[in-house]
Structures are given as structure tokens and as C-alpha cells.
């Protein structure tokens, strides 16, 4: 655990930059800093590797003071990623990678190896290992980073607005592939953004600092969601927290219907059988199980259903593993205002109505608080 | 008479290939004069730049230095040496080090500033020494530009070279002074020929160092 204990930075010109700043980031989690611009979620960051000395306070790793170390030893047991990357041009993109392990005296085929083995793990082809950085996108770069930062195995990993300057396809790649690689590795991540979708999606705990360096609020990203501390955060979290907040409930929990759901190739006896007042809609299915789209019950011909001439199905969502707010997200864009339900290989499971949906979410509010309680 | 036809006498004279004052002989003095003020002034203006370009402090005494240094005449200089010591080698080196101090050091300095704050952000960052960040993160991009200022620093002393000859010394401008002195412009012609082939080698010389030397990463982006 990294404790922060009152931590003050003023800078010789008077900017004071982070202001008693207390709290624990836990270990194996990521911890998000997210504010404004200029609130000093950097100079924290940076105090904790020594780039930064602390004006007041102390900074505890397991209990131990970070000033007690050489500084270099500890540095090299943090992994650090910048926004640019920071990559050395006249190395190879190979290189680049080994380069922790050859300051920690690793021979250059064994640190190699391990950076080979990292290009996978970030999702680089092995095939630019022997490129430079500028011949590499900038989301490339980034993952070359990510590498780098990792290849000695440090077991903290500070990341400084990593994937702030890549453009938002890229961008959302690179933390999908950050979470995968914390689900294998489990580091103890602190991660500083300004993007308070970035903080909600890839935070295990958020802390959120208002400018003048002050913690704002600490907390799960849901809690967050639920329970801003004052007008600061619930402003700064954006106007559409509510439906944002739905990400943290499954919908798992959403009762399916399976009945109004036939094969393109249903009997008429079938179609009968399946049409219900409830549902003025059938879902149509091909042979492989998967959705075609919707149609009224007289419409559709017996034995041979067009699917041409069927009614969009809008996307589907997938059940056991999406959150309500895909599901909700589905019922709202689609024609008939049913979603779609379907399994990992995509054969549909079953349909729900935007009405089900929004029962689900007024449960799941109201089955919340007690939940964080019992979480805390 | 022209140029050509002076150059073309002076090197089918097979009396300007042999003994102390033949070709080979003066070449040999002006490369080792040149080499050892290159040497010189690269001991001086390498590390120093470096060093200050690496902490970023100093730049403003330097330029100030290099700019007093590079208004002080070669050959004013020169004189005012060989009055102070008399004949010798220190009267010319001194010179010829002055000369070529400004642009090795000004530019190596201005070489490792304008290295990317990034990558050596990122090298503190991961537990490099700041003298490994200097010899393997900066040298390496500042490298081009540093070359370039040593190669200015190398024509410059080249060609200045010649004044050696004024204080009694040998090189190539043994047959400037002498064909003037002896009004055989022949002599004057070959050896201002001689000289400029000699740069031109220069040139050559540190493009090659440069191939050799700096990465194809690095090499692309100048
Ligand atoms: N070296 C410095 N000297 C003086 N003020 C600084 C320095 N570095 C940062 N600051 C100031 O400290 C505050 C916090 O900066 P920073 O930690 O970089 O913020 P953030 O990363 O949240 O944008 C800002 O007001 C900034 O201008
Ligand atoms: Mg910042």
C-alpha cells in the first residue's frame, strides 16, 4: 500500500500544488487522479517516484518511508508511462523495451527475450521489434510505453495521462487492454487523467481533486456516481451521471423472454404459438441462432420469412457479461423497443422491453446503498 | 594565365613531391596542426557544452563567451602571440583553439537543449543515472547537430591552418607565404587548392562519422 500521508508541495515560486493531501492507494487496484487542469494530480504523481520532493509529509510504501530509499532503486521498482511516451528515438523499438531490465544488470538476450514476450502482452506485432519510434502510430508508441514501463515486473505501475494524446478510437483500446493486462498482472496502478470517463471506466477507486491541490472525494467510481461529496464533484462528473452510473449494474440480473422468438424457417403452427398480446413483435432468428430482426406475426410467411422485410434489431447486448446500461442503451435504439439478449457467440438468448429495463434500474437504485454498505 | 593552368604546373612539378617542403611533408604539418587544435578545442567545448546543455544552466555566460571568442581576429591573434611567446607551436594553437572553441561548444550546447524532454523525463523517471542519461538518451539525439558543430569547427581550423606559416612553421601555407613572398603564384595557387581539397576531405570525413555513428531512428528526423 502507498500511504500519502498530508502531503503539501509548494513549488519555490509560491504555486502551491497539492495541499495536505492524505490517503492510501491500495495495493493490486488502479487508482485514478482526475481534475482540471493545473490542480496537481501530476505533482502528486511525481512525488511518489521522487521527481518531485514533497514541500510537507511523508509518502509510505508498506509502511516504509520513500525518502529511505536510494532513489534510484526505487524508481526502478515503479514503472512510469508519459503522455508522449517518452520513447528513445535512436533505440529500436526492442531495445526500448529492455531497457529497465539492462539498468538492473539483466544480460542483453535475456532482456530480449522479456521484451518479446511484453510486445505480446501489450498487443504489439512481434514484427516491429526491430523498428524505431517514429515508425510506429501513436497508439503504438503508447503500448511501447506500457512495455517499457512493465518489463522489469515492477509491482507499481504511475502512469501521467497516458493515453491522453492518442485520438478516441485508439484511446478506448489502449485502456480496454490496460484492464486485460491488470486482470493478468494485478498491479498497483495510480493513473493520472483529466478525463472523468477515463477515471469511471478504469478505476478501481477515483480520487478527485478540485484546483489548489485539495482531495475533492475518494471513492469507487460507482459511489462516486451515486453520491458526489458536494457541487464540485457532481459537476465535474457531467450531466449524465445517472445513465453513467448504470455501467455498474449487470444485466445479468434482467428477466429474459424467450417466447416471442422464431426461426426464419417457423412453421405456421410456430408463429401462432408464439404470438403473444404482450408482444406485438416476433423476433425473427437464422438458422445459427442468431437475430435477423423483428416482424408484426400476420406479416411473416410461413416456412420462408424474408428477412429483408423484417424491422431493424438495433445492436444487441450481451447478457451474462454487459451492464444495464447497454441493456438500456439497446431498448432505447431499437425500433420496436425491445432488446435484443444474446450469449457470447451471439445467438440470441431472449428479448426484454424498454419497461423491464427500467424496473431493473429502479431495483437495482434502490437495492444500492445497502450494497456500498455492505461493501465497505 | 589562369587558375587552371597554374594548379595543373604546380602539381606536375615533381620537385613539390619530395623532401621537407614537398607535398606530402606540408600536408602531413597541416593535418597534425589542424588535429591537435581540433582536439584541443573539442576538450574543451565537448564537455563543457554538454554538461550545460545536460543541466540547462550557464547558457546565457556561454553565449556571451562564445560570442567575445569569435569576434577576436584569427590573425591579430596570432601576432599578438608570437610577440608575447615567440616562435613556436603554442602561438599558432592558440589561435586556432579559439577559433574553434564557439562553434563546438555552442553548438553542443544547443544540441542537448534541444533534445525531447520526454524521453529524458522518462529515463529519470525509470531509475537512470543522470550521466547515463546524458551518454545514452541525450548524446545519441544531440548527435547529428554536435557533429555539425565539431565539422564547422574542423573547416574553420583548416583553412585558418595556413597562418601557421607566418611564424616560421610548416603546412600548406608554407606555399601561400612563400609563392607571395617569392611572387610565384603558381606556388600560392597550388597551395590555396591544397587547402580547399583538405576541407572538402573534412567534410567528407564527418559525413562519414556520421553515417557510422548516429541512428537510423535518430538520423531521419535531420
Ligand atoms: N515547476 C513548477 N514551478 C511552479 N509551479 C508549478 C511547477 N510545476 C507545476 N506548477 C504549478 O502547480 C500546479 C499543479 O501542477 P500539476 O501538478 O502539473 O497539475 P496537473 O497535472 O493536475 O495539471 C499548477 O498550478 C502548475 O502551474
Ligand atoms: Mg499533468
Redesign the pocket.
Known sequence: MIRIDSVTKR???G?V??DRLSLDIPDRAITVFV????????????MINRMIEPSEGTILIDGKDILKEPVNTLRRSMGYVIQNAGLFQHRTIIDNIATVPRLLGWDKARARDRARELMGRVGLDPALAKRYPYQLSGGQQQRVGVARALAADPPVLLM??PFSAVDPIVRKGLQDELLRIQDELGKTIVF?T?DIDEAVKIGTKVAV?RTG?RLAQFAPPAELLTDPADAFVEDFLGADRGIRRLSFFPAAGLPLLTTPVVAVDATAEQIAARATPDVPYLLVTGLDGRPLGWGEPHTLTAGRIDPARLIGHGRPFEHATESLRAALDCAVLSPTGWAVAVGADGRVTGVVSQQTVAEAIRSAHAAAPADEKAAR | MNVLHFIQQFFSDSAHWHGYDGIPTRLREHVQYSLIALGIAAAIGLPVGLVTGHTGRGGNSLALIATAARALPSFGLLVLMFVLLGLGHLPVMIPLVVLAVPPILVTTYEAMRSVDPSPVDAARGMGMAESRILFHVELPVALPLILSGLRSAAIQIVSTATIAAYVSLGGLGRYIVDGLYQRNYEKVVGGASLVAVLALVTLGFFWAVARLTVSPGVRRGH
Open positions: 513549488y519555490p515560486d504555486t500544488a497539492v481534475g482540471p487542469s493545473g490542480c496537481g494530480k501530476t505533482t502528486t504523481l511525481r501521467d495521462e493520472v483529466h481533486m491541490g
